[in-house]
């Protein structure tokens, strides 16, 4: 089975650096995707990670190790916008589904 | 841009009712997903398909049913509406190359 943990929520202030952890215990790896959900709207595509390293995107890098079972997702010089929640997604071995994370919720204050 | 649309973002019914959940995406994908979200759960596969007229249950199946009779179009059915079934529910397309998938913008339904 698969079983994926984040935590519930974070604060941090605008223009800080704040890592969000996910770990999981999976039967087989395919892939971790983060995904940013705004309050009322749709999961958004953050990122994805297949290898060991560091991804790194604009503002937002995630990092893999999969001999640890660990992800993480860094966000630097927040804004304001950032205050979302930010789910972390496995992908199993071919043929079985993405499992989702419970979502980490994000407060950026000013 | 990838776009998923969903035809209602919100809608409330009553216990016993059918309900239709229309998703339509337009970028040819051919794997379509639901998903319902609910607080403190996370989103949780109920259905999903990799072809037209295919169909695979997810982790909770149970009181929903899915058509896909056209590839860009994924309908969830709720055969008699319970007030369990309270949620955000969010369809998600894929290409069988990348697996990203991508959401449409949810439809928030309350059945009372």
């Known amino acids: 089975g698969q079983n994926i943990d984040q935590p519930t929520e974070m604060t941090a202030t605008e223009g800080a650096i704040v890592q969000i952890n996910c770990t999981y215990q999976t039967s087989g790896f395919n892939g971790l995707f983060w995904y940013q959900q705004h309050a009322g709207e749709a999961p958004t595509f953050l990122s994805y990670?297949?290898?060991?390293g560091l991804e790194e995107k604009g503002r937002f890098s995630s990092f893999l190790s999969r001999s640890k079972g660990y992800s993480y997702l860094l966000l630097k010089e927040l804004q304001m916008k950032d205050s979302a929640s930010y789910l972390c997604?496995?992908?199993?071995?071919?043929?079985?589904?993405?499992?989702f994370g419970p979502g980490t919720r994000l407060s950026v204050l000013p | 841009d990838v776009k998923v649309t969903q035809s209602s973002r919100y809608l409330v019914k009553r216990t016993g009712e059918k309900v239709f959940l229309e998703c339509v995406q337009d970028m040819d994908h051919e794997n379509m997903f639901w998903y319902r979200q609910d607080p403190g759960l996370g989103l949780r596969l109920i259905y999903f398909s990799y072809d037209v007229k295919m169909k695979e249950k997810g982790d909770i199946p149970e009181g929903y049913s899915v058509s896909r009779e056209k590839k860009e179009r994924f309908s969830l059915i709720l055969e008699s509406a319970s007030t369990n079934q309270t949620s955000m529910y969010l369809c998600?397309?894929?290409?069988?190359?990348?697996?990203?998938?991508?959401f449409g913008p949810g439809t928030r339904l309350t059945v009372l």
């Open positions: 990670n297949v290898l060991d």
């Open positions: 998600a397309s894929s290409s069988g190359n990348t697996d990203t998938q991508y």
């Open positions: 997604a496995v992908h199993p071995p071919y043929g079985q589904n993405f499992v």
